[in-house]
């Protein structure tokens, strides 16, 4: 071998040695490390910023399943700082599977802003679940029921079969930040509240364009704008009331439950009278899946215009909501975009205002497709 190869060979080796070297200076070893599965942030009386750390003990000897630290900071990267002295290892981000954030804390615009860490530093996740809380942090964060799986395993879980099922939304880190620069739309989140000792999934938060907390959305509204947005995957239901059927005793039996087997969403849009308009309709096929009252042979198609005036109805409702609180979860703003742009551009910094002022029309329509196979 000549020396020139030999210089060659040699300036090789340094240089992958070097790689080496530089992709390894900042490693966690697993056995160092503090793995958090839930994050949250709240305010306190005097609105200084709480972060809570709920890290899992895989130990037969302690009897609670986690260790929950609360450090009070002015940011996230100070949080972790004063959250590292209290755990027996380093703060590891990658861990992380929900992100929880206080009514409070929602309350003042910008808040968005603290959560800056988590897109700054490549060796977080943006993958956590991000979840309101009705209340302050605390009651949640204390509740240890035996009986439950840990906190962020459950509210994990919960967010993900609920949301399978338009029952709520599943917002990543990831998602929220598109939600929150994206001017076409306004974000929403999911939420979650303790009644009675247990955590519930309640529905859906809206926030506005500065991510302040706007107003919620129960699990059925949430339903209905998951369909308005064109976003259902799988079967959903829903429990309705039938006008003119009489109740039977302490009972509501004038309610009908149905699954929906198709649903399909069209949105129109238009300019018209110096304002925009959008026109939703709304095909569903649906199954009967529950009904506690009788009806006569034959009158499948006067159930069937029942339902939709009652779909219809309730669809409207939500509407009349959106643009009372001046948000926009449906993203009627994309549609403005891509097919008035020009008009948009001059009112996208103010498009909860000018969602508020528009001209939105549902229309519903239901196919009853099966009643189910027993008469």
């Known amino acids: 071998m000549t020396k020139r190869w030999r210089r060659r060979i040699g300036l090789l080796l340094i240089a992958f040695v070097a790689v080496l070297v530089s992709g390894c200076y900042d490693r966690l070893d697993l056995e160092e490390a503090s793995s958090p599965f839930l994050v949250g942030y709240d305010l306190d009386a005097n609105n200084d910023m709480i972060v809570y750390v709920t890290n899992p003990v895989f130990s037969e000897h302690v009897g609670k399943k986690t260790h929950d630290i609360r450090v009070k900071a002015d940011t996230s990267r100070e949080a972790r700082e004063k959250e590292d002295i209290r755990s027996a290892g380093t703060f590891h981000g990658r861990k992380i599977q929900v992100v929880v954030i206080g009514k409070r804390f929602m309350q003042h615009p910008d808040w968005f802003r603290i959560l800056d860490v988590y897109f700054r530093d490549s060796r977080n996740s943006l993958t956590p679940r991000v979840v309101a809380f009705n209340g302050p942090l605390s009651e949640i964060i204390d509740l240890h029921q035996k009986n439950q799986p840990m906190l962020p395993i459950l509210l994990r879980d919960m967010i993900d079969t609920k949301s399978a099922r338009s029952e709520s939304v599943d917002t990543t880190l990831q998602e929220l930040h598109r939600q929150v620069y994206e001017k076409g739309m306004t974000p929403y989140i999911s939420e979650v509240d303790v009644v009675n000792n247990e955590v519930v999934l309640q529905g859906t938060t809206l926030l506005d364009h500065s991510g302040k907390f706007a107003t919620n959305l129960n699990t059925e509204e949430s339903i209905l704008l998951r369909v308005l947005q064109n976003s259902v995957k799988k079967t959903v239901s829903l429990t309705i009331p039938i006008p003119g059927v009489p109740k039977q005793g302490p009972f509501e039996t004038d309610r009908l439950s149905f699954s929906t087997e198709q649903v399909k969403t069209i949105i129109d849009t238009a300019f018209d ?22 009806y006569a042979k034959g009158e499948e198609e006067r159930l069937e215009r029942l339902i939709t005036e009652q779909v219809q109805q ?11 609180n001046r948000v926009d979860p449906i993203g009627l703003g994309l549609y403005a975009r891509a097919h008035e742009y020009n008009r948009y551009k001059t009112v996208e910094e103010q498009w909860g205002e000018t969602v508020s002022e528009s001209d939105i029309r549902t229309s519903v329509m239901v196919e009853l497709g099966s009643t189910g196979p027993v008469k």
């Not at 309730?314 to 009372?324: E, I, P, T």
């Open 273 to 294: 009278k110096d304002r925009f308009r959008f026109d939703i309709r709304v095909r569903m096929r649906v199954a009967l899946t529950e009904r506690l009252f009788t």
């Open 314 to 324: 309730k669809m409207d409702d939500l509407v009349l909501k959106l643009k009372r």
